[in-house]
């Protein structure tokens, strides 16, 4: 079945580690997102990726960074891993014809 | 700038009461408006589009672009449509969607 793939399901870290969330798609779609949940704030776009070559900072980019490294795979950084960037984070991919994103089961990251 | 408002953080209401959940947007084009809900354990997913004009589970949406305003509607609530609640936006050609802060709704039986 064609579906969305994070992992880590489940992080802890330390202050000042780097990170990366992985994610990965069957969906052959092209655009890919990375999407950020706090309790009270809702989704936050981080990045977004409409193919290989094409990366777009979202709404909170900062001590974050992707990659895209092929169609099916987008990855996310954090360079050096802050308390505040404990959150839950969903990668989605986009369906181009309907505008419908596919959500992976997201990664509940923790920096202590 | 496109931009979301879900102005309950919180709604509750009582099996087989009508429940309304708002959402207004700003956006200077012509906005594609969804609703996702995010059920306890479950990946976020569409609920509906205003494109499609559609019902599901029994939920509908209008959009009424005098109020920029996209209100999801279900007549009689079931407990099962305890979940969150994200209205999301994407203008034109850019493909970024923005989503609101959600609204949890609590139905009591």
């Known amino acids: 079945d064609a579906d969305v793939t994070q992992t880590p399901r489940n992080r802890i870290t330390k202050t000042g580690k780097r990170i990366m969330l992985e994610c990965s798609q069957t969906k052959g779609h092209d655009r890919m997102y990375w999407y950020r949940q706090d309790p009270g704030l809702g989704l936050q776009l981080i990045y977004y990726s409409f193919d290989v070559k094409d990366i777009n900072k979202g709404e909170i980019s900062d001590g974050y960074s992707v990659s895209r490294q092929a169609q099916a795979k987008f990855s996310l950084s954090l360079e050096s891993a802050i308390p505040n960037q404990t959150a839950l984070y969903f990668c989605?991919?986009?369906?181009?014809?309907?505008?419908?994103?596919?959500f992976g089961e997201g990664s509940r990251l923790t920096v202590l | 700038a496109q931009r979301v408002t879900q102005p309950e953080k919180l709604l509750s209401v009582f099996k087989g009461a009508p429940v309304e959940l708002k959402c207004n947007y700003s956006?200077?084009?012509?906005?594609?408006l969804f609703w996702y809900v995010q059920y306890s354990r479950q990946r976020l997913q569409l609920l509906l589009r205003h494109i499609s004009r559609e019902s599901i589970k029994g939920f509908t949406a209008d959009l009424n672009k005098g109020e920029t305003s996209f209100h999801l509607k279900k007549p009689f609530a079931q407990e099962e449509d305890s979940a969150m609640y994200y209205c999301a936006l994407t203008g034109g050609s850019n493909y970024k969607l923005t989503f609101g802060k959600g609204t949890l709704l609590t139905v009591n039986p």
């Open positions: 989605a991919t986009m369906d181009y014809n309907t505008g419908e994103l596919f």
């Open positions: 956006y200077s084009g012509s906005p594609e």
